[in-house]
């Protein structure tokens, strides 16, 4: 972590901040999924019962609990790792699979005609590109 009085501390807040962001929102969201599996799969089970993904919801609940529990995962991991090596690879790595993870969400929402929640993703995604960015760059 650089001193409080260098200019890369703003940045590296920066990255620590949208890491600590994204591993707040996908380790809830995912472990939400992990431990009310049941609860999950049956709100999913009607909101799809209408698409062409009706017949998959078990199997993408599924996917998308690995992918964000690995994005909330690996961001955790990073922001511990800013604060003690400074390094932002995991933080990187976390970010991009949050952002892959809304792309999955994103979809899901427009499939299922759900076109406010689709759009209520928005801002976590450009969120999850900032990340990407900021933890690139240095």
Same mark, same amino acid.
């Given at each position: 972590?650089?001193?409080?009085?260098?200019?890369?501390?703003?940045?590296?807040?920066?990255?620590?901040?949208?890491?600590?962001?994204?591993?707040?929102?996908?380790?809830?969201?995912?472990?939400?999924?992990?431990?009310?599996?049941?609860?999950?799969?049956?709100?999913?089970?009607?909101?799809?019962?209408?698409?062409?993904?009706?017949?998959?919801?078990?199997?993408?609940?599924?996917?998308?609990?690995?992918?964000?529990?690995? @994005? =909330? &995962? /690996?961001?955790?991991?990073? %922001?511990?790792? *800013? !604060?003690?090596?400074?390094?932002?690879? #995991?933080?990187?790595?976390?970010?991009?699979?949050?952002?892959?993870?809304?792309?999955?969400?994103?979809?899901?929402?427009?499939?299922?005609?759900?076109?406010?929640? @689709? =759009? &209520? /993703?928005?801002?976590?995604? %450009?969120?999850? *590109? !900032?990340?990407?960015?900021?933890?690139? #760059?240095?």
């Amino acid at each position: 972590m650089p001193s409080f009085e260098s200019t890369d501390f703003t940045f590296w807040l920066l990255q620590a901040l949208c890491a600590a962001f994204l591993a707040i929102l996908f380790l809830q969201s995912g472990l939400d999924k992990v431990f009310d599996w049941k609860g999950n799969l049956g709100w999913l089970t009607g909101h799809f019962a209408k698409s062409p993904l009706r017949g998959v919801v078990p199997l993408m609940l599924a996917t998308l609990t690995v992918m964000e529990v690995a @994005a =909330g &995962a /690996l961001s955790g991991a990073g %922001l511990v790792a *800013l !604060v003690v090596t400074g390094g932002a690879t #995991l933080a990187f790595w976390g970010a991009l699979l949050s952002a892959v993870s809304l792309v999955a969400l994103f979809f899901g929402q427009r499939m299922a005609k759900e076109y406010a929640g @689709a =759009g &209520a /993703l928005v801002p976590y995604f %450009l969120l999850s *590109l !900032v990340a990407v960015y900021v933890t690139r #760059l240095r």
